[in-house]
């Protein structure tokens, strides 16, 4: 049971309501919850959560290495549910998704263990060490060094929106962004 209850509709501006009447849209919890929201933060929370799926340097497996140790760190159920889904669609082996939970990245690729070392380091120090750092810009841009920034702030603002409302898990977790994309 939400600590945090889901707004009216009624209640809610005509950008939120609109939002809400999309026949194309999956309305997930989280999105519901941050409806709560003022206008300003909400249109930002949604824009930069489409932002963070849609076009990006990412790959989708990248992505679920970034999203799962977020959510494993943040001790988020609500992210995990959906993103443990969208991994084993991806085909990361059991090792893989344990790797990220446990923090002991052997199983995964020197690529896969270096951006899951980032993400921990920003997630748990907030200021990665020099040599990670260092290691990630011989590897990727600047540019997607701070993408990858943002998908790691995207994703710990929902698991704490989805930890403080307390929302419950979606009935059928996401499998895959592109088929989401294009159902709508």
Partial sequence: MNRIPYPDP????AAKRAYLDNPDL???NIARISMVAPDPIWRATVDMAIA?????LTDDRLREVIVL???NLSRSQYELHHHLSLARSLGFSEAEVDALAS???????????????????VVRDVDPGDETVAAMRAQFTDEHIFEMLGIIASY???ARIAAVARIENDDI?????AREREER
Avoid: H, Y
């Fill in 10 to 13: 009624e209640k809610l501006s």
């Fill in 26 to 28: 999956r309305l997930l």
């Fill in 52 to 56: 963070v799926v849609t076009d990006t």
């Fill in 69 to 71: 140790r977020v959510a």
């Fill in 103 to 121: 923090g002991d990245f052997a199983a995964l690729s020197p690529r896969d263990r270096l951006v899951a070392q980032f993400t921990t380091e």
């Fill in 156 to 158: 710990m603002n929902a």
């Fill in 173 to 177: 977790a996401i499998t895959s962004w």
